[in-house]
T-cell receptor
Framework: QKEVEQNSGPLSVPEGAIASLNCTYS??????FFWYRQYSGKSPELIMS????GDKEDGRFTAQLNKASQYVSLLIRDSQPSDSATYLC??????????FGIGTKLQVIP | NAGVTQTPKFRILKIGQSMTLQCAQD?????MYWYRQDPGMGLKLIYY???????DKGEVPNGYNVSRSTTEDFPLRLELAAPSQTSVYFC??????????FGPGTRLTVL
């Protein structure tokens, strides 16, 4: 079982729709969870971080964490073509170790 | 502030050659990381450092070496380049709230 799992996609959504990206992790002791966005040929940049169960909203982005189910998700409302990128889920499993998922490629269709 | 800088941006090596990928940061972060990213794949941790003089292996350390003599610099050394090391290499630091800051990457091709 991979430590951090994501569907590689591509996930295609029409412009204006809600995009839902999912991530599961294997280490129950994980405490910190992140979503990074990576445009083609560029380096990852932080979109959201979440540390406790529930929802965290920032503009059009909402991160959801369920530690009991070992599940973290990212919702993008009113998706725009500029949101087309690969979204990487990252989990801090110990104080130093950061593990990334494979990333989900999102395509927003105009 | 430059943040995290990496040099070179691109490099082509022949099999068996050696090179050092440079990474520097001006954010005074203790934690630094080296990742590689193969096409269509996620980030694989090569080595990391929790401070000057302290380094440890990550998931894929074979064929690489690192050193950390200062807080600012964290170079990655490839001793005998192999085609399997063709990849994009990212250096990152970790600061407040555990956020990672990535450099622009080095695209390496080994022929």
């Amino acid at each position: 079982q991979k430590e951090v799992e994501q569907n590689s996609g591509p996930l295609s959504v029409p412009e204006g729709a809600i995009a839902s990206l999912n991530c599961t992790y294997s280490d129950r002791g994980s405490q910190s969870f992140f979503w990074y966005r990576q445009y083609s040929g560029k380096s990852p940049e932080l979109i959201m971080s979440i540390y406790s169960n529930g929802d965290k909203e920032d503009g059009r982005f909402t991160a959801q964490l369920n530690k009991a189910s070992q599940y973290v998700s990212l919702l993008i409302r009113d998706s725009q073509p500029s949101d087309s990128a690969t979204y990487l889920c990252a989990v801090i499993q110990s104080y130093q170790k950061v593990t990334f998922g494979i990333g989900t490629k999102l395509q927003v269709i105009p | 502030n430059a943040g995290v800088t990496q040099t070179p941006k691109f490099r082509i090596l022949k099999i068996g050659q050696s090179m050092t990928l440079q990474c520097a940061q001006d954010m005074n972060h203790n934690y630094m990381y080296w990742y590689r990213q193969d096409p269509g794949m996620g980030l694989k941790l090569i080595y990391y450092s929790v401070g000057a003089g302290i380094t440890d292996k990550g998931e894929v350390p074979n064929g690489y070496n690192v050193s950390r003599s200062t807080t600012e610099d964290f170079p990655l050394r490839l001793e005998l380049a192999a085609p399997s090391q063709t990849s994009v290499y990212f250096c990152a630091t970790r600061g407040g709230a555990d956020t990672q800051y990535f450099g622009p990457g080095t695209r390496l091709t080994v022929l």
